[in-house]
């Protein structure tokens, strides 16, 4: 089928069905929902069969869905609607939500029931519910409804609060009173719930050494307490507030009105102000860790829950050092987890808009995560895994397969490119660990592609080893099985002597520090050369200035050789 995703950006969701209804065989293509001409323009020179809109923020012009099926894709129950579904489903703490696939019709979540697929929700924060439980929910419900459309039987059920499936009513749009924290009358179970309903966006508004920050990143503190609405710790980059019954954990924070007004740790916002705060060192039951490892018999797991994916300069020198002391140990395989939602994402690139100079920290920022390759890549002792719980992107791809072995979940998606960061060259020795993994010819294409790709396509072309069938906590129990199989190998000695060998014969042929010199020679160019297209492309991204077209590698009803040449 011909199917245009109509959707206000090429989200996580939108990657998602972007990549899985391509590896069905239907004929896929991308506009972003600008204003109705745009909209009708992609319409008509598309003739889509289906048009699915993952991801808006205004209605579908009546003259497309009136003439064409268009199914919106709502991240709540049947019967749910209003713009804050999934914040108002944490908030209310449900025990189950769902997502619903409906016709698009004259009023907002109103039209018919194509679909609907259910799930149980986690202590998690709404961006995090949303790359986990709605996607896979979406695209259960997508692909049955699909199904229905394909079958000929159009004829969906309409909206009646009478029917005992429809469970969920209209509600507004969640304000920032809905979620405003009180200290002295919330718990620590409150104060999460809040500031989770708001992360990702828009956070929960709140006053902080008098000023009106919002909030992201809580995790509760199991130990300290303090008196409730007082900063009473600061651990890494995250500060803790006491509640009525303990403390919370707030490891990101923005200011509106800052220069620049984006997401950044707590303590490089609030710093020298906080600094009589006591600093804690992190552990399991205290503190804000963003890196632990942990050890069952021969394997250990290195785990890197960096918020967004984002690994800023200090973060590599510190997994790089947690990395080589995992190495220390007497183990045979080390697992590298990255964290349940991103693996890695690359470079820290809000800490790099907030640096002095964006050029000397994008400088410092590569060269602690080539360090950090480095390791992985000359490990000798023992076999290393990247585990991919979570989407991965950007140079986070090619630190991933600094690793030997590289697994993931199925439905994780990469985005194995830089270029949409202004052309970016990328580091992280992908010029020596494409060509070795992926062979000469696949890693042209991947250095080319600027699309999305699913796991599938990431084990054909050599970014992956191994894919697991699974959801993401039985994701987590098939890696460790799969890691105790391969610490305990008959084959297992052989396999290290095999990698050390290889290793050593590629080093001969050309040092790694030769792979790093020729990369790092372009990236410098891109840093501090005349052009500014990453300069520019960072900006826009970390600020989220909306593009105003959809780019041609996903609008494929756009691409004449013309409007290629245009682009290029
Ligand atoms: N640095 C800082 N923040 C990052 C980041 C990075 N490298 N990558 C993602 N994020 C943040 C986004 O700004 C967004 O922030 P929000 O919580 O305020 O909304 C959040 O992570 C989720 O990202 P989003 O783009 O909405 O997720 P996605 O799943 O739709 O897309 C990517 C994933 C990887 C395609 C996209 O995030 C991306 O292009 N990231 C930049 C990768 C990059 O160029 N890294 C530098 C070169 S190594």
Redesign the pocket.
Known sequence: MRILLLSHA???LT?RLYVELRELGHDVSVEFDVNDVVTLEAVDLFQPDLIIAPFLKRAIPESVWHFHTCLVVHPGIPGDRGPSALDWAVLNNEVNWGVTVLQANAEMDAGDIWASAEFTMREASK?SLY?NEVIDAALRAVLSAIEFYRSGDTHPRALNYADSHVRGKLRPLVKQAHRIIDWQKDNSEAVLRKIRSAD??PGVADKVLDRRLYL?DAHIEKTLTGTAGELIARCGGAICRATLDGAVWIGHLRDKQGVPPI?LPAMHLLGRQLEYLPEITPGPDSGYRDIWYERQGRVGYLHFPFY???MGTEQCERLRLAFIDARQQDTRVIVLMGGADYWS??????LIEAADSAADESWRN?NA?DDLALEIINTQSQITVAALQG?T????VFLARAADRVWARRGV?L?PH?K??GN?Y?SEYWSYLLPRYAGHENARRIVQLRL?MGVSEGRELGLIDEIFESETQDFVTAVEQNAEALASSPDYEKSVAQKNRDRQRDEKEKPLQAYRDEELEKMRLNFYGFDPSYHVARYN??N?IPKSRTPLTIAQHRRTREAVQGAL
Not at 345 to 350: E, F
Not at 393 to 396: D, F, H, M, T
């Open positions: 090429f989200n996580s990657q961006g790359r990702g966006v992201y997401k967004n994916g984002a994402n690359g470079m820290h690139l809000n590569i995560i989407n992107g950007a140079g986070g998606v985005n830089y949409d960061m970016l990328g999305p991204f970390v989220k």
